[in-house]
């Protein structure tokens, strides 16, 4: 099982940038997608996640990020807007694929002037 994250990078605050993860090479269906993020000498936190029609986010979203799932590419996405300097972290996809869960590597967001 591969999840393949990407669209990380450098960006303004107040800027915007779309993160992609792409799940393959499981048998099972994807039960649920999600982003994660973790900051230098911080823990891994939750972002939002999405399944079946439910999507959940952090609190310290507030309405600035938005999940999505294409079902034919198996690909979650994290639109992230009206990005702050406390964003910074490297974002991690993750994935339940029947009874296991599996983690990206990582893509690195950088928010600063």
């Known amino acids: 099982v591969q999840l393949q994250a990407s669209g990380g990078g450098l960006v303004q605050p107040g800027g915007s940038l779309r993160l992609s993860c792409a799940a393959s090479?499981?048998?099972?269906?994807?039960?649920?997608m999600g982003w994660y993020r973790q900051a230098p000498e911080k823990t891994r936190d939750f972002v939002a996640s999405i399944s079946d029609g439910s999507i959940n986010y952090a609190n310290f979203v507030q309405g600035r990020f938005t999940i999505s799932f294409d079902n034919a590419k198996n690909t979650v996405y994290l639109q992230m807007n009206s990005l702050k300097p406390e964003d910074t972290a490297v974002y991690y996809c993750?994935?339940?694929?029947?009874?296991?869960?599996?983690w990206g590597q990582g893509t690195l967001v950088t928010v600063s002037s």
């Open positions: 993750h994935a339940i694929m029947g009874s296991r869960a599996y």
């Open positions: 090479g499981s048998a099972f269906s994807i039960n649920r």
